[in-house]
């Protein structure tokens, strides 16, 4: 997982690859650096760390050029280290490549390339890259055929931007991994995603796997993989780059909390029509799943929370669906057949693994649907059909909004699929959409009333904080154990209430919060069981449920009060208030909230 | 001279004229003809060549924050914070580090147009002063205020309760220096509060009026936000315009082929209107709303996300955001009498006012001059009688 940044055009190019590796930064951010072509050459600069490091470098001011490479990056090959920070050279420092992605079979690449004399300063996978176009240049290729030819023989995913030396060009490719091209005015941009530059213009070009593109100051040529010239689509994005600014906030994941009940609006505005029951999803009329018998959800991360969450509604409303991590179901597939539904959800679009799930079974002949939140993602160019969770950029490294978004998309489209598989509604429709739509103004008053906050520094210090739920509410014990570790560091532990007291109750002290969710359906009796298990055994208890719970809220040792809703989206809710507590613990312990440690926002290695 | 491009909208006070609408959303964030009123602000100013906004917020402040940088994603907007409330002087005070040597301040919480801020900026540049004060004339000086002007100069700005009933007042639009800080470390502090205007004695320079021939309305008052309503749509719809076009219906919203939608009735974007209703001149439904079948709603404003069930009437009627008034609920027209701050306004214009996320059960009697204020629950087949107030909980 890394960002790349290229930026060709009239005028200084530093300032604006810097400003873009900083919009790419949620990418990765272990190390950093950047190539310009100018009158002396090719020149670099690199520095392991963040950003801010490779920024004091240049500050100097000694560096210019009009054509350059920039490139922030998360470790796959080797420690973050100066020297294996991209941009690479090749022997003679002539030709310098930033590369997002992995190149399998560098090993033998790098052999081959060392037996011919080529000497290697780095232990990444992207230094083969220069060394096979230097390989090229010297039989005497011209730039863009040495770049292609050294692309030929890449296996892997990638996406790669080099300069060479002497010719006023950036040559780029991508095969797996993002790319896209941004027009602006006497001005060029690639970058892995589209905020990189959208500074400085709207105007997109995705390009497809397999594509060269060729980009002077004066415009840019597309080739596909047989180097016949094509012609890309030029799109517009409605992204502002002040939808990526603070507004204000101390922080992007608490401004995407706030975002919830604007997202969420987005989300179900025109699909939910409380008033006459029924859904409404343009691409997928009723009848559209008829002959679908079982449902694969695949996911990871957060997302897999969402699958799971909408796995829990699928199933109580009889269909058939199971949920699985992506990287396992691409290494070990369950059987699917024609009348299967693979769903995968990824709020980039870009996920490796979900991807991987979503290849493994191209070629045959099941059905895939991409939930995802970028349009023109790869996930969307690779399923039969995507829907969109419209909850808007997100830059904060945990996801909050999208997870929300996701659930409420995946609940839409449950009624849909419960409708032509079954034949009928999800049980209490009526409540149900009448909940859907008053989502957007719960999780306002949710966010309005909060106690998150001090309830989060009462806890501070714990030993370990472990979140328990069943049914809906399970995905979101488990999704509030994932955002607490993510952003704090402390250990944090999502379980099944009713599998605490075969194992985990062994960790559960007084010293160990235990945070409990209440759906205010029928499955609340039993998890107040396990909560008075936990209670016996000294830990306090953070009952996360609205006033129909009222058993649980005078059982429990502190409560996370949620607006009452049907008892199926609860969990939504109750996962705001635990966004705002790990959001608060890790604000309250210094934590580098956006950009957690060692993670990246959306992981496109496998 | 250089342009003035910096404005600090003032933002952070509550409107506690306007409560109990404000428990939740700040005044800026309260609807006069389907928008809030800081949207007409933040145009304005756009308008008159303003490119850098500083907002000074508090009361509820996310709301602000949350809404502009959905509406305003390409305006570069600065936030800061007054923590408490102590005067619009205090306020300005917050922003000393976030603004040039010249500067515009505007209330984030009065209608104003393009022509206030240009002709107040305007009158500032073709002199040499020390600040420039847009001023009006107004039957009703007792509420804002008099301006005292010698020789064109203003002197001092009287309290709510000095000066005529007509004169010139004080409409919240201001050029100054940064001078106008050290002017306000001089000024003193009165029942708690540091107020603007006290400071514009203590300027070292001249300060002059501005008498703009623009718009201005300050909805200080629930039955105002009707009023001014129907003021904009019919003298200046240019001001709830989307462009070009004036978007009565937002493309968004489904309306059943039996409902009827008189003129001068505003739609917001994802509204449901349900067969045979009937939204009569001067309603606004904000975003979401959901109106049930048969329901009929006169000269109403309904807040955003805001659910009106089957055969409910509503008459001359607020209601906020997130509320839900139940089947065959009834809500007669004004006049109606209410207290605010003390004082019993007799006959305004206004049937009740139901507040954000109350919930007004199936076949409630709302007499006129009810409130009912948020969160509250009234429980089906109640009467909630005249000039009654139902606070935040429950009704038995």
Same mark, same amino acid.
């Given at each position: 997982?890394?960002?790349?940044?290229?930026?060709?055009?009239?005028?200084?190019?530093?300032?604006?690859?810097?400003?873009?590796?900083?919009?790419?930064?949620?990418?990765?951010?272990?190390?950093?650096?950047?190539?310009?072509?100018?009158?002396?050459?090719?020149?670099?600069?690199?520095?392991?760390?963040?950003?801010?490091?490779?920024?004091?470098?240049?500050?100097?001011?000694?560096?210019?050029?009009?054509?350059?490479?920039?490139?922030?990056?998360?470790?796959?090959?080797?420690?973050?280290?100066?020297?294996?920070?991209?941009?690479?050279?090749?022997?003679?420092?002539?030709?310098?490549?930033?590369?997002?992605?992995?190149?399998?079979?560098?090993?033998?690449?790098?052999?081959?390339?060392?037996?011919?004399?080529?000497?290697?300063?780095?232990?990444?996978?992207?230094?083969?890259?220069?060394?096979?176009?230097?390989?090229?240049?010297?039989?005497?290729?011209?730039?863009?055929?040495?770049?292609?030819?050294?692309?030929?023989?890449?296996?892997?995913?990638?996406?790669?931007?080099?300069?060479?030396?002497?010719?006023?060009?950036?040559?780029?490719?991508?095969?797996?991994?993002?790319?896209?091209?941004?027009?602006?005015?006497?001005?060029?941009?690639?970058?892995?995603?589209?905020?990189?530059?959208?500074?400085?213009?709207?105007?997109?070009?995705?390009?497809?796997?397999?594509?060269?593109?060729?980009?002077?100051?004066?415009?840019?040529?597309?080739?596909?993989?047989?180097?016949?010239?094509?012609?890309?689509?030029?799109?517009?994005?409605?992204?502002?780059?002040?939808?990526?600014?603070?507004?204000?906030?101390?922080?992007?994941?608490?401004?995407?909390?706030?975002?919830?009940?604007?997202?969420?609006?987005?989300?179900?505005?025109?699909?939910?029509?409380?008033?006459?029951?029924?859904?409404?999803?343009?691409?997928?009329?009723?009848?559209?799943?008829?002959?679908?018998?079982?449902?694969?959800?695949?996911?990871?991360?957060?997302?897999?929370?969402?699958?799971?969450?909408?796995?829990?509604?699928?199933?109580?409303?009889?269909?058939?669906?199971?949920?699985?991590?992506?990287?396992?179901?691409?290494?070990?597939?369950?059987?699917?057949?024609?009348?299967?539904?693979?769903?995968?959800?990824?709020?980039?679009?870009?996920?490796?693994?979900?991807?991987?799930?979503?290849?493994?079974?191209?070629?045959?002949?099941?059905?895939?649907?991409?939930?995802?939140?970028?349009?023109?993602?790869?996930?969307?160019?690779?399923?039969?059909?995507?829907?969109?969770?419209?909850?808007?950029?997100?830059?904060?490294?945990?996801?909050?909004?999208?997870?929300?978004?996701?659930?409420?998309?995946?609940?839409?489209?449950?009624?849909?699929?419960?409708?032509?598989?079954?034949?009928?509604?999800?049980?209490?429709?009526?409540?149900?959409?009448?909940?859907?739509?008053?989502?957007?103004?719960?999780?306002?008053?949710?966010?309005?009333?909060?106690?998150?906050?001090?309830?989060?520094?009462?806890?501070?210090?714990?030993?370990?904080?472990?979140?328990?739920?069943?049914?809906?509410?399970?995905?979101?014990?488990?999704?509030?154990?994932?955002?607490?570790?993510?952003?704090?560091?402390?250990?944090?532990?999502?379980?099944?209430?009713?599998?605490?007291?075969?194992?985990?109750?062994?960790?559960?002290?007084?010293?160990?919060?235990?945070?409990?969710?209440?759906?205010?359906?029928?499955?609340?009796?039993?998890?107040?069981?396990?909560?008075?298990?936990?209670?016996?055994?000294?830990?306090?208890?953070?009952?996360?449920?609205?006033?129909?719970?009222?058993?649980?809220?005078?059982?429990?040792?502190?409560?996370?009060?949620?607006?009452?809703?049907?008892?199926?989206?609860?969990?939504?809710?109750?996962?705001?208030?635990?966004?705002?507590?790990?959001?608060?613990?890790?604000?309250?312990?210094?934590?580098?909230?956006?950009?957690?440690?060692?993670?990246?926002?959306?992981?496109?290695?496998? | 001279?250089?342009?003035?491009?910096?404005?600090?909208?003032?933002?952070?006070?509550?409107?506690?004229?306007?409560?109990?609408?404000?428990?939740?959303?700040?005044?800026?964030?309260?609807?006069?003809?389907?928008?809030?009123?800081?949207?007409?602000?933040?145009?304005?100013?756009?308008?008159?060549?303003?490119?850098?906004?500083?907002?000074?917020?508090?009361?509820?402040?996310?709301?602000?924050?949350?809404?502009?940088?959905?509406?305003?994603?390409?305006?570069?907007?600065?936030?800061?914070?007054?923590?408490?409330?102590?005067?619009?002087?205090?306020?300005?005070?917050?922003?000393?580090?976030?603004?040039?040597?010249?500067?515009?301040?505007?209330?984030?919480?009065?209608?104003?147009?393009?022509?206030?801020?240009?002709?107040?900026?305007?009158?500032?540049?073709?002199?040499?002063?020390?600040?420039?004060?847009?001023?009006?004339?107004?039957?009703?000086?007792?509420?804002?205020?008099?301006?005292?002007?010698?020789?064109?100069?203003?002197?001092?700005?009287?309290?709510?309760?000095?000066?005529?009933?007509?004169?010139?007042?004080?409409?919240?639009?201001?050029?100054?220096?940064?001078?106008?800080?050290?002017?306000?470390?001089?000024?003193?502090?009165?029942?708690?509060?540091?107020?603007?205007?006290?400071?514009?004695?203590?300027?070292?320079?001249?300060?002059?009026?501005?008498?703009?021939?623009?718009?201005?309305?300050?909805?200080?008052?629930?039955?105002?936000?009707?009023?001014?309503?129907?003021?904009?749509?019919?003298?200046?719809?240019?001001?709830?315009?989307?462009?070009? =076009?004036? $978007?009565?219906?937002?493309?968004? %919203? &489904? *309306?059943?082929?039996? +409902?009827? @939608?008189?003129?001068?009735?505003? !739609? /917001?974007?994802?509204?449901?209107?349900?067969?045979?209703?009937?939204?009569?001149?001067?309603?606004?439904?904000?975003?979401?709303?959901?109106?049930?079948?048969?329901?009929?709603?006169?000269?109403?404003?309904?807040?955003?996300?805001?659910?009106?069930?089957?055969?409910?009437?509503?008459?001359?009627?607020?209601?906020?955001?997130?509320?839900?008034?139940?089947?065959?609920?009834?809500?007669?027209?004004?006049?109606?009498?209410?207290?605010?701050?003390?004082?019993?306004?007799?006959?305004?214009?206004?049937?009740?006012?139901?507040?954000?996320?109350?919930?007004?059960? =199936?076949? $409630?009697?709302?007499?006129?001059? %009810? &409130? *009912?204020?948020?969160? +509250?629950? @009234?429980?089906?087949?109640?009467? !909630? /009688?005249?000039?009654?107030?139902?606070?935040?909980?429950?009704?038995?």
């Amino acid at each position: 997982m890394c960002g790349i940044t290229v930026r060709v055009g009239d005028g200084d190019a530093v300032a604006e690859l810097l400003g873009g590796l900083e919009n790419l930064e949620y990418r990765g951010y272990d190390s950093a650096g950047i190539a310009l072509q100018n009158d002396v050459g090719v020149s670099i600069v690199k520095r392991e760390g963040r950003l801010d490091h490779l920024r004091e470098e240049l500050d100097s001011g000694s560096l210019h050029g009009s054509i350059g490479i920039g490139h922030t990056r998360w470790s796959t090959h080797g420690p973050p280290t100066d020297e294996n920070a991209h941009p690479h050279t090749d022997c003679t420092g002539e030709i310098a490549v930033v590369h997002n992605g992995i190149i399998e079979n560098y090993r033998e690449l790098r052999e081959e390339l060392q037996a011919d004399g080529h000497v290697f300063t780095s232990e990444t996978d992207t230094e083969v890259i220069p060394h096979l176009i230097e390989s090229g240049r010297e039989e005497g290729l011209s730039p863009e055929r040495a770049f292609r030819r050294a692309v030929d023989v890449l296996e892997g995913s990638y996406a790669i931007a080099a300069i060479v030396d002497g010719t006023d060009a950036v040559f780029a490719t991508r095969q797996g991994s993002p790319l896209v091209l941004g027009r602006g005015a006497q001005k060029y941009f690639l970058a892995s995603d589209i905020p990189a530059f959208l500074e400085h213009t709207d105007e997109v070009v995705y390009l497809k796997d397999g594509d060269v593109v060729r980009v002077e100051t004066e415009g840019y040529t597309v080739t596909n993989v047989d180097g016949e010239v094509v012609t890309r689509e030029v799109e517009r994005v409605d992204w502002s780059p002040e939808d990526v600014g603070k507004a204000g906030y101390d922080h992007y994941m608490l401004k995407e909390i706030h975002e919830q009940p604007t997202a969420l609006r987005q989300t179900v505005r025109g699909r939910v029509d409380s008033l006459s029951n029924d859904v409404d999803l343009e691409a997928f009329p009723p009848g559209t799943f008829s002959g679908i018998d079982r449902i694969h959800l695949v996911a990871m991360g957060t997302s897999t929370h969402a699958a799971m969450y909408a796995e829990s509604l699928l199933t109580e409303n009889g269909v058939d669906a199971g949920s699985y991590l992506a990287g396992e179901y691409a290494t070990a597939p369950p059987p699917a057949g024609p009348c299967t539904l693979v769903i995968a959800v990824s709020q980039s679009g870009e996920t490796a693994d979900t991807l991987a799930a979503v290849r493994s079974i191209q070629g045959t002949d099941v059905r895939t649907l991409a939930v995802t939140n970028v349009v023109g993602s790869s996930l969307t160019r690779e399923c039969d059909g995507s829907v969109f969770i419209r909850a808007g950029p997100e830059i904060g490294v945990a996801a909050t909004k999208t997870f929300s978004s996701q659930v409420l998309t995946l609940s839409v489209l449950a009624e849909r699929l419960v409708r032509d598989i079954t034949g009928h509604s999800i049980e209490n429709t009526g409540s149900f959409f009448e909940a859907l739509s008053r989502m957007p103004g719960d999780v306002q008053r949710l966010l309005d009333d909060s106690s998150a906050r001090s309830l989060a520094e009462k806890y501070l210090g714990s030993d370990a904080y472990f979140f328990i739920g069943r049914n809906s509410c399970y995905p979101v014990a488990l999704e509030g154990a994932l955002k607490f570790k993510e952003i704090t560091y402390e250990h944090a532990e999502g379980f099944a209430a009713s599998e605490l007291k075969h194992g985990p109750l062994a960790l559960v002290t007084s010293e160990t919060p235990v945070f409990a969710i209440f759906s205010g359906g029928d499955d609340d009796t039993k998890t107040l069981s396990n909560v008075k298990e936990v209670q016996a055994r000294g830990a306090p208890v953070v009952a996360v449920a609205s006033n129909s719970s009222r058993e649980a809220i005078e059982q429990a040792d502190d409560v996370l009060l949620i607006p009452d809703t049907h008892p199926v989206l609860s969990g939504v809710l109750a996962n705001v208030q635990l966004q705002l507590v790990a959001y608060h613990a890790a604000n309250e312990l210094g934590r580098a909230i956006d950009k957690p440690r060692n993670l990246a926002k959306s992981v496109t290695v496998e | 001279m250089t342009d003035i491009t910096t404005a600090v909208v003032l933002a952070a006070g509550e409107g506690a004229r306007l409560r109990p609408l404000t428990r939740y959303r700040p005044k800026p964030m309260m609807a006069v003809a389907n928008r809030p009123i800081i949207e007409y602000v933040l145009d304005a100013l756009l308008a008159a060549g303003v490119t850098d906004v500083v907002v000074v917020v508090g009361h509820q402040r996310t709301r602000i924050q949350d809404h502009l940088m959905q509406r305003y994603p390409a305006v570069d907007v600065t936030y800061v914070r007054q923590h408490h409330q102590l005067g619009s002087g205090d306020a300005l005070v917050q922003a000393a580090e976030s603004v040039p040597e010249e500067f515009v301040v505007v209330n984030g919480d009065n209608v104003i147009d393009a022509t206030m801020v240009r002709e107040t900026i305007a009158r500032y540049q073709g002199s040499d002063v020390a600040a420039t004060v847009a001023v009006a004339r107004s039957d009703s000086a007792h509420e804002y205020g008099t301006v005292c002007v010698e020789n064109g100069r203003i002197t001092t700005i009287l309290d709510r309760e000095g000066g005529d009933a007509h004169g010139r007042i004080n409409v919240g639009v201001y050029v100054f220096e940064d001078t106008i800080f050290d002017a306000l470390e001089r000024t003193t502090v009165r029942s708690g509060e540091l107020s603007l205007t006290d400071a514009i004695p203590y300027l070292s320079g001249t300060v002059v009026p501005a008498v703009p021939d623009g718009v201005w309305y300050d909805p200080a008052y629930p039955w105002d936000l009707l009023r001014i309503t129907e003021q904009i749509q019919s003298a200046h719809p240019e001001l709830v315009s989307e462009g070009d =076009a004036f $978007v009565r219906i937002d493309d968004s %919203a &489904r *309306i059943h082929e039996t +409902a009827v @939608v008189e003129e001068d009735v505003l !739609v /917001g974007p994802g509204c449901d209107i349900s067969a045979g209703a009937v939204l009569r001149a001067g309603t606004c439904l904000g975003s979401d709303v959901r109106i049930g079948a048969n329901s009929v709603v006169n000269r109403s404003l309904i807040g955003a996300g805001t659910t009106v069930r089957a055969s409910a009437t509503l008459c001359d009627t607020v209601v906020g955001e997130e509320a839900t008034i139940g089947e065959g609920a009834t809500a007669p027209g004004g006049p109606g009498d209410f207290v605010v701050d003390g004082r019993l306004h007799c006959n305004q214009q206004l049937g009740s006012l139901v507040s954000d996320r109350a919930d007004v059960g =199936a076949n $409630v009697a709302l007499s006129p001059g %009810a &409130r *009912i204020g948020p969160d +509250a629950r @009234v429980p089906h087949g109640n009467t !909630v /009688g005249e000039s009654l107030t139902v606070e935040t909980g429950v009704v038995r």
